[in-house]
């Protein structure tokens, strides 16, 4: 996970609340994406960028937004946290030339009572 | 959009045996096959690709087949050890940098010392 840093690492919040995951990198790479994780879903993208305020979204986008103000920082909200947004969060980046390979971050648990 | 299956959901193999894990993919436009490997509280990791030009390569005790007329491929871990304790992910995608990969569901395996 070197060069990617997710924070929080997990988060306990009650339902209504806002919550805001942040993914920083320190690779200078263009693209970066947000995933969650669920048994037997594998891997869905919710949003990515591929450059500083350049975003769209992804296959399960509703329910979240995101924010790039600058190229090391993606950040996720959950405006109105339900119990179905309780997941596994992953960032990912890759460089801005070659092929799509991804490297992930350490995952961000969030449970949403 | 492009969708992407994968099998077994789990497998169980003993020390030394080979594990075959198998996925279907849909979007014929797809020539980009990368397989992660995803240990326990990590995110996922790349450990083998594969485009649509190649109809297979092997890395060490990992190899991946391809298959585009059937529009399926698979990855093989011989000799597997408890160190390849896991869970792999397949995706699907356009070689091009940024393009979104397409994930299938995901198999733990488990090897038995």
Redesign the interface.
């Known amino acids: 996970d070197a060069g990617i840093t997710q924070s929080p690492r997990h988060k306990v919040t009650e339902t209504g609340t806002p919550v805001t995951l942040r993914c920083h990198q320190t690779e200078n790479h263009r693209y970066m994406y947000w995933y969650r994780q669920d048994p037997g879903h594998g891997l869905r993208l919710i949003h990515y960028s591929y450059g500083v305020k350049d975003t769209d979204k992804g296959e399960v986008s509703d329910g979240y937004s995101v924010s790039r103000s600058k190229t090391e920082d993606f950040l996720l909200t959950l405006e109105s946290a339900t119990s179905s947004q309780t997941s596994v969060y992953f960032c990912a980046i890759s460089e801005s030339s070659g092929a799509n390979v991804l490297t992930f971050g350490a995952g961000s648990r969030l449970t949403v009572l | 959009?492009e969708n992407?299956e994968?099998h077994p959901?789990t497998l169980s193999v003993q020390e030394g045996d080979s594990a075959v894990i198998k996925c279907t993919y849909s979007d014929s436009a797809s020539n980009?096959f990368?397989w992660?490997k995803q240990e326990l509280?990590?995110?996922?990791?790349?450990i083998i690709?594969i485009?649509s030009n190649v109809g297979e390569k092997k890395d060490q005790r990992i190899a991946v087949t391809l298959n585009k007329t059937a529009k399926h491929f698979s990855l093989h871990i011989t000799e597997t050890q408890p160190e390849d304790s896991a869970v792999y992910?397949c995706a699907a995608?356009?070689?091009?940098?940024?393009?979104?990969?397409?994930?299938?569901?995901?198999t733990r395996l488990m090897v038995k010392p």
């Open positions: 959009g992407v994968q959901s980009y990368p992660y509280g990590k995110g996922p990791q790349l690709d485009r992910f995608g356009v070689d091009n940098a940024g393009n979104m990969l397409t994930f299938g569901g995901g």
